[in-house]
C-alpha cells in the first residue's frame, strides 16, 4: 500500500510571508495569481544569468564531460533541499527556492578559479566577490523590464541573498567579511532600501545556505569519484562518509560501482537533511523567535547543523579540498582559467575598445576604475565555452573575430 503523503505543516511564525513582505524598490502591481515570492522565483529563472549557469562549472570545465554537476544542476539541487527542509520547517518554500536559485548567479566562469583570477585582477579597483556580483545582476545588469534595470525582486530576496552567510555588518559577522571591505554593489543598494546587514537572514535564506553545503559537498564526491580523482576506498577514514558507504557495501554486497555511490551519497544527503532540521528545531525552540525580525535579531543562526554535524562537514571539506579541488589534473585546469580571465581583464582594461558594441560604448576611457567594473561585469557573465572561446579570437593570430 502506498505511503499516504506528508500533511502540510502549519507556517511557522517566523517564516517569511509574501503578503508582510517589505516591498521592491520600484512599486509594482501585486499579481493576481501568484505571490510576491513566486514572482521572484520566476524571474530569476527567466533571467539571461540563470540561463548561462548551465555553462558555468564548478570544478570541471564544460569540455571535460557532459555527466558533471554544472552551476545550473547545482542550483536545481540547491532548491529541491531548501524547499523539502523549509516544507518541514514550515518556512515559506517560494522564497527558499528563489534563494536557492538566485545564489550562484554571481560567480564566474571556471568556477573559483575564475573567480581569483578576477579578484586579483579588480584588487586595485576594489575587488571581485560573487556574492555582490549577484546583487548587481539582480539590481542592475540584467536589463529587461521596461520601467526599471535589474529584476526589481522583493526585499527579502535580496537581504537573503546579500546575508546568507550571515551579517556584514556588527558583532555577529565572520571574521572573512571582516577582513575585506564591504563591497560599493551592497553599500549602495543599501543606502537605497537597507538591507539590515548587522542582522542575520531570514531563516529561509538561512536553509537555503545551508542546502548550498549539502548539495556542493555531496555531488563533488560523486563527481570526484567518477573523475577518477579519488578512490572509495580513499574515503574510509573521512567521518561519517566512510562508514555510509561501508554500511552500503555490507547490505549490498557486489553492488556495481556506479549504483553503490548513488546509494552512499543519497544516504548522506538524508543523513545531513535531517540532522539539520532536528538541530533547526532545536534552536528554535530554544531562541523562541516569534516573528522574521525577531529570528534575524537572535544572536547566532536559527537554522544550523549539530556540532558533530559541522564537524563533519569540516572534514569532508577539507578531504575534498585535499584530493580534489588541489589535484594535479584540477590543478591544471585552474591555472589555465586564471590565465585566460586574467588575460581577458588586461586586454579589455588596456583596449576596451575591442569590448562589443554594446558594452564599448559605457566605457569611460582605458585603465578608468568604471571601465574596470564594467570589463569584470563582462568577464563575470561569460561562461566557460565563451571565454575560451573569446581568448583564442583575442590572442590567436589565426583565430578570425566570429
Not at 31 to 45: G, P
Not at 51 to 77: A, I, N, P
Not at 97 to 121: I, K, P, Q, V, W
Not at 319 to 331: A, C, E, G, K, S
Request: charged share 25%; proline share 5%; with cysteine.
Amino acid at each position: 500500500m502506498p505511503h499516504a503523503p506528508q500533511h502540510a505543516v502549519a507556517p511557522a511564525p517566523f517564516a517569511c510571508r509574501p503578503e508582510a513582505s517589505r516591498g521592491r524598490l520600484h512599486s509594482e502591481p501585486e499579481s493576481a495569481t501568484r505571490s510576491a515570492f513566486q514572482r521572484d522565483r520566476d524571474r530569476i529563472i527567466h533571467s539571461g544569468a540563470f540561463r548561462k549557469l548551465q555553462y558555468k562549472t564548478q570544478v570541471f570545465v564544460y569540455h571535460e564531460g557532459d555527466y558533471y554537476r554544472t552551476r545550473l544542476t547545482h542550483s536545481l539541487e540547491v532548491a529541491q533541499i531548501a524547499r523539502s527542509v523549509s516544507r518541514v520547517l514550515g518556512l515559506n518554500e517560494d522564497l527558499a527556492e528563489a534563494l536557492a536559485l538566485a545564489h550562484d548567479l554571481g560567480h564566474t566562469c571556471f568556477g573559483h578559479a575564475g573567480e581569483d583570477a578576477l579578484d586579483a585582477a579588480m584588487a586595485p579597483f576594489g575587488g571581485f566577490d560573487h556574492n555582490a556580483q549577484t546583487l548587481r545582476i539582480l539590481t542592475r545588469l540584467e536589463r529587461r523590464y521596461a520601467g526599471f534595470d535589474g529584476l526589481n525582486l522583493t526585499w527579502e530576496t535580496l537581504e537573503g541573498v546579500v546575508k546568507h552567510n550571515g551579517p556584514l555588518a556588527g558583532p555577529n559577522m565572520r571574521e572573512k567579511d571582516r577582513m575585506r571591505p564591504l563591497s560599493t554593489a551592497i553599500s549602495d543598494y543599501d543606502r537605497q532600501h537597507g538591507l539590515e546587514l548587522g542582522t542575520f537572514a531570514g531563516a529561509e535564506a538561512q536553509v537555503a545556505s545551508l542546502a548550498d553545503d549539502i548539495a556542493y559537498n555531496n555531488h563533488d564526491i560523486d563527481d570526484g569519484l567518477r573523475a577518477g580523482l579519488f578512490a572509495i576506498e580513499d574515503l574510509a577514514d573521512v567521518p561519517l562518509v566512510g562508514p555510509v558507504f561501508h554500511e552500503v557495501q555490507k547490505a549490498w554486497p557486489g553492488l556495481d560501482r556506479p549504483r553503490l555511490i548513488h546509494e552512499a551519497v543519497r544516504r548522506l544527503i538524508n543523513l545531513m537533511v535531517n540532522d539539520l532540521i532536528a538541530e533547526s528545531r532545536r534552536r528554535v525552540a530554544e531562541g523562541r523567535p516569534d516573528s522574521p525580525e525577531a529570528l534575524r535579531a537572535l544572536s547566532r543562526p536559527a537554522i544550523a547543523f549539530s556540532e558533530e554535524m559541522a564537524a563533519n562537514d569540516r572534514a569532508l571539506k577539507e578531504f575534498l579540498r585535499t584530493h580534489m579541488y588541489r589535484h594535479w589534473r584540477v590543478n591544471r585546469m585552474t591555472s589555465k582559467a586564471r590565465r585566460v580571465v586574467s588575460e581577458l581583464f588586461a586586454l579589455f582594461l588596456a583596449e576596451p575598445e575591442c569590448l562589443p558594441d554594446d558594452w564599448r560604448r559605457q566605457t569611460t576611457g582605458a585603465g578608468d576604475p568604471m571601465t574596470a567594473r564594467l570589463v569584470a561585469d563582462f568577464i563575470a557573465g561569460m561562461t566557460d565555452r565563451f571565454a575560451l572561446e573569446e581568448h583564442r579570437r583575442l590572442f590567436d593570430p589565426q583565430s578570425g573575430n566570429r
